[in-house]
């Protein structure tokens, strides 16, 4: 996308963000493990204690937000492998369809996603499953994806995406690719064979997790909107912490914690940082916002297959 029509872009985002009386957008740390040490991610940088979601904490969320708001969306991602610990998650994503959560999706690198964790995720009411895949060459997927292995991810997904054919129905598969220096010259062949096998291609920009990263992202800082993620999104760690926003992914700014803080009490206290991106008081926000580019990256592109190559069945 061209500065023009990026600029133009994040001027329609801009005019349409709110300020929610509860999250549109529920971020859920499983696991604060990862097993890849992805070349654009902050996590080898992490300085806070690692460690696994309780479900007792995973019920009190999913309650709340189904008695509040069950449409949210609840996404098991942010800072860490959600399948390093596949059958807790089945069994939260289960837990959370129980009590009527109607929207959940997940995040994964796939390299965990073996057959029977893929037929065990197609029988969960998941709405979304994106897997992180930046390349087509191995050359390419492994220079960013750290400890990744190409060949094996892809023959994950495309096992995933036969499974779901042959069943009919299920969550929409979304592979996404994140333009970076040099990825870009292989996305026509990434996106053609990912289309023809059913999957949605969701290209992106690269975040700078609250400045911890450069970007190519040539956008001016007097072009400046209220970021959409700090609108938006709500993050939970898996110790209950909630940070301000994804940037602070050490929770250094953290609104309070959900083990004793009900989510609505901790969305609200978050309320007067919101005011002041919908305000345009940038100059009045944490320091952290500074460096921060990640209000820049406007919207992914989402290119979705043909009939034929869903089986008859498009998400």
Known sequence: MDQENHTAELTRIASELKDPVFPKIF?????????????MCHHDQMQRPKGNLPMPLWQKCADEIAATAPATNVWFSFCGEP????????EMLHYGARVGLTSLHLNTNGMNLTASVARDLLETTLSTIVIGIDGYTAQTYEKYRVLGNRDRVYANVEYLLGEAARRGNGPEIMVQFIEMDDNMQEFTRYRDHWLGLGATVKLRRQLSWGGMFDTAIEISNDQRIPCPWAITMMHL??????PRCPGDTEGEEA???AWDTSLAELWARLGEYRQLHLQRKFDQLPARCDSCTDWKTGAAQKLRPTRAACGGNPS
């Open 83 to 90: 399948l390093l610990m596949p059958e807790r998650l089945i």
């Open 237 to 242: 760690f898996w110790d209950g912490r909630v």
């Open 27 to 39: 971020a859920v740390e499983l696991c604060a493990e990862c097993d890849l040490n992805c070349a």
């Open 255 to 257: 609104a309070g914690n």
